[in-house]
């Protein structure tokens, strides 16, 4: 009798709990996609309809048939994919972190090797993000010139609005949230309509708290976090794009709300599979896999603003 994959893994219960609660502040993929446990590596994104903005005939005659109403059904299908990759321990550094108190090394690599899977997952959501053929043509726009809010003349309040308005329009719900990249936001700090608007708060600089009450959403975060391309160059991974987007994981709970995105990631997942001893490069392996795929579940919940700065 052959063994199933769950059967045949051999897991470490305590460096799994140091994996799944290792979270890089720097990373932000869960803001647009948060992530929603799944049992199976494969099925179909749950999709919500326009259901709760149609008008219905709700009257009913004595003895007629009552009209019925569904929400939410099977959409597009997804496929989680594993993304491993195994921490190096040398016995050597091992031997001399044993001799200083209160040093855990095992954690240490497992936690730095769950920090380059991690870069890889925010990189795949800010792909999905940012391409804007994943939106209708009235749910993006991309900025050029003295529209760019890298230039005094441009408005980005006026811009939310018009992104907030085009996400009220499409799904019913306000966007909560707004995802800028790097330059956006330091171009943002020093813009004269931003300026102004410091004069009457008392406050010396612009915090993201501020933007979040000045744009009526609940959190605006940036993307600060960078990668080395092929050719040994950092670069944004979130560029210089602006998301604002209704992103809300109880949509799965409710049956109603058009949330944005969703990481469907595989229960208990990452883990951390029992370190093994390598003799050849004398050192202790430490296994670790996650499961997961970033989906956009209603891409009308989201506006995409390219280019934003020059």
Not at 153 to 177: E, F, H, L, M, Y
Not at 185 to 198: F, G, T, V
Not at 270 to 281: F, I, M, Q
Request: glycine share 8%.
């Amino acid at each position: 009798m052959s063994m199933t994959l769950s059967q045949a893994r051999v897991v470490d219960p305590v460096l799994s709990t140091v994996a799944q609660g290792y979270q890089n502040n720097e990373l932000i993929f869960r803001t647009l996609f948060p992530v929603v446990p799944v049992e199976q590596r494969g099925g179909n994104i749950i999709e919500f309809g326009r259901e709760d903005f149609q008008r219905y005939n709700t009257a009913r005659a004595p003895g007629a048939a009552t009209k019925r109403v569904e929400f939410g059904y099977s959409g597009k299908p997804y496929a989680l994919v594993d993304h491993s990759l195994e921490g190096k321990l040398p016995f050597e550094l091992m031997q001399e972190a044993n001799a200083v108190p209160g040093i855990d090394l095992g954690k240490i690599v497992v936690m730095k090797t769950q920090a380059a899977i991690q870069i890889g997952n925010e990189l795949r959501a800010a792909a999905l993000a940012t391409t804007a053929a994943h939106y209708a043509a009235s749910n993006r726009i991309t900025l050029a010139g003295t529209s760019q809010w890298s230039h005094a003349s441009s408005t980005p309040a006026v811009d939310i609005q018009t992104a907030s308005d085009a996400v009220r329009a499409a799904v019913g719900k306000r966007p909560n949230t707004v995802v800028l990249g790097p330059r956006v936001w330091s171009a943002l700090k020093q813009h004269p309509q931003m300026i102004e608007r410091l004069k009457y708060t008392g406050r010396d600089s612009l915090t993201l708290d501020m933007l979040a009450a000045l744009w009526d959403v609940r959190r605006v975060v940036v993307g600060d976090a960078v990668f080395e391309d092929d050719t040994g160059a950092i670069r944004d991974v979130w560029g210089n794009s602006v998301v604002v987007a209704y992103t809300d994981t109880s949509g799965l709970n409710d049956g109603g709300l058009p949330s944005y995105g969703y990481t469907y990631r595989l229960r208990n997942y990452p883990l951390v599979e029992t370190p093994y001893s390598d003799r050849n490069s004398k050192s202790w392996i430490y296994p670790v896999t996650d499961s997961l795929a970033p989906v956009i579940a209603c891409a009308n919940a989201g506006y995409l603003i390219s280019a934003a700065v020059a």
